[in-house]
């Protein structure tokens, strides 16, 4: 069982930045992947940024240039460092964590992301 926390969502202003954590806690051994997916209102939520344990990362395309994700394992902790905030980022944005040899990750709550224009 693993068990994630999210922080740093809030309100910015178009062209700010943003920085997301997540702190994983419980069965961290278990874990390779962890990510960030965003679910927008009436939409299904999709994938933002995923990294690896050895630290391969993977973007969304409309997120490249503008979002970085990291990590610390020290920590079993992820971030997602947002730049460039547009008023479409605007969402619920959702840490996740994959074990090994899994397919479904376990989800986060999620912190709540809004950009004004």
């Known amino acids: 069982q693993v068990q994630l926390v999210e922080s740093g969502g809030g309100l910015m202003q178009a062209g700010g930045s943003l920085r997301l954590s997540c702190t994983a806690s419980g069965s961290v051994f278990s874990i390779n992947a962890m990510g960030w997916y965003r679910q927008a209102p009436g939409k299904q939520r999709e994938l933002v940024a995923t990294i690896t344990k050895s630290g391969s990362t993977n973007y969304a395309d409309s997120v490249k240039g503008r979002f970085t994700i990291s990590r610390d394992n020290a920590k079993d902790t992820v971030y997602l460092q947002m730049n460039s905030l547009r008023p479409e980022d605007t969402a619920n944005y959702y840490c996740?964590?994959?074990?090994?040899?899994?397919?479904?990750?376990?989800w986060g709550k999620g912190t709540l992301v809004t950009v004004s224009s």
């Open positions: 996740s964590a994959t074990p090994w040899g899994m397919r479904t990750p376990y």
